[in-house]
Nanobody, 119 residues
Framework: QVQLVESGGGLVQAGGSLRLSCAAS????????MGWFRQAPGKEREFVAS????????YFADSVKGRFTISRDNAKNTVDLQMHSLKPEETAVYYC????????????WGQGTQVTVSS
């Protein structure tokens, strides 16, 4: 098992920046690939970004490429999502998730943190 707790959400104006952090506890964090997802009201949860266990490879949704970065610190058991040039339509609950390297799904999820982008 791994427990995930997100922080850093809040209210930001359009065009602004926000940094989300996810703290992990439980099993060895460094063996897990990590991802960020978001769910806007009335919409399905969608992939935002992910990072491999070593941090060497990252993936981003096309909609956030060039504006978001993902990073991890295996010594601190944290993974961060830095978001720039935020848009009102990116208002959502942002979730941190973990999966075993090589597996397809994310069995471990945090409770989410609200990000609200005002126009």
């Amino acid at each position: 098992q791994v427990q995930l707790v997100e922080s850093g959400g809040g209210l930001v104006q359009a065009g602004g920046s926000l940094r989300l952090s996810c703290a992990a506890s439980g099993r060895t964090f460094s063996t897990f690939a990590m991802g960020w997802f978001r769910q806007a009201p009335g919409k399905e949860r969608e992939f935002v970004a992910s990072i491999t266990w070593s941090g060497g490879v990252t993936y981003f949704a096309d909609s956030v490429k060039g504006r978001f970065t993902i990073s991890r610190d295996n010594a601190k058991n944290t993974v961060d999502l830095q978001m720039h040039s935020l848009k009102p339509e990116e208002t959502a609950v942002y979730y941190c998730a973990a999966r075993n390297a090589g597996s397809g799904g994310y069995p471990y999820w945090g409770q989410g943190t609200q990000v609200t982008v005002s126009s």
